[in-house]
């Protein structure tokens, strides 16, 4: 390899942002807060240890995972409840913002919908922010633990990892075979997880979660939600995510009908307005 004598010219280049955000559709953050005013609790669901639950959310309700027992991390998939087909797009979120989400951000789904499914209204780790390592919480870079990276590495066949934990709880729910659920199953939000990348050599890192019994986060439904929630084997992920030994804890999906009144006028957002016609 030779190193080309402008090397250090062509490092200095200063970045530029893909996706400004200034043109995003803001979401009404005081009507949110409305809605969460004077919520009122209408179900619950309780993903076991090393299990996942499904859970449905009618647009316009909000949800709320919740630590209960001890620190716990959690892989959310999100569909829309109608058509399986319309699913959180993690990649589109992540570029829209950034690497971890937090109160007043989206999750957005798949072509050719892409539009906001689930909108962050509160976060009791907002606090947390970036520490000295790049890391950070909620985050929609990793992809959830699953058994074919697992044989791939260490060999084996565990199936209490996310991704089947995911693939039997849609099953289970829809009334669909493993072979049929599977496919849905797609990239995650690590819910109270601790990740970034390692500065020198940009490998994906986790570290203990922060979160503690009581902490939440709280999403409004844009649209009619079918959501699944893994209780990740890994616990707070302080050293493995695929794991029969980790400290392992329940999480609690609760979902809440908003305040009488708060939503007059709001809708659902349709979807997105680009005409499908891709030149022709």
């Known amino acids: 390899m030779t190193i080309p004598p402008d090397a250090d010219a062509r490092r200095a280049i200063a970045p530029v942002i893909c996706y400004p955000p200034d043109t995003l559709p803001r979401p009404d953050m005081e009507r949110y807060a409305a809605a969460r005013d004077g919520m ?37 998939n999100l569909w829309n409840a109608n058509d399986l087909s319309e699913r959180f797009y993690s990649g589109k979120t992540r570029a829209l913002h950034g690497t971890h989400i937090t109160t007043g951000e989206r999750m957005w789904s798949s072509f050719p919908h892409m539009r906001p499914m689930a909108t962050v209204i509160h976060d009791t780790l907002g606090w947390y922010g970036i520490d000295q390592y790049g890391g950070s919480v909620h985050d929609v870079i990793g992809t959830r633990c699953d058994p074919y990276t697992g044989n791939l590495l260490q060999g084996g066949h565990y199936h209490h990892c996310c991704h089947s934990n995911l693939t039997r709880a849609l099953a289970d729910h829809a009334g669909l075979s493993l072979a049929e659920a599977e496919p849905h199953v797609h990239d995650v939000l690590n819910v109270f997880m601790c990740t970034g990348f390692t500065r020198d ?18 999403f409004f439904a844009e649209i009619d939600l079918l959501g699944a929630l893994s209780a990740c084997p890994g616990g707070d992920c302080s050293s493995e995510h695929s794991s029969d030994t980790a400290a392992c804890f329940p999480l609690k999906i609760e979902i809440f009908a908003p305040a009488p009144g708060a939503l007059e006028g709001w809708s659902s957002p349709p979807p997105n307005g680009y005409d499908g016609t891709h030149g022709r």
């Not at 050599?201 to 709280?218: C, L």
């Open 40 to 76: 009122v609790k209408v179900d619950e669901a309780l993903a076991p240890l090393r299990e996942a639950a499904c859970f449905e959310v009618p647009a316009g309700h909000i949800f709320r995972i919740s630590s209960v027992d001890g620190p716990q991390v959690g892989d959310l």
């Open 201 to 218: 050599t940009g490998q994906y890192f986790m570290k203990a979660s922060p979160v503690r019994p009581g902490d939440h986060i709280d």
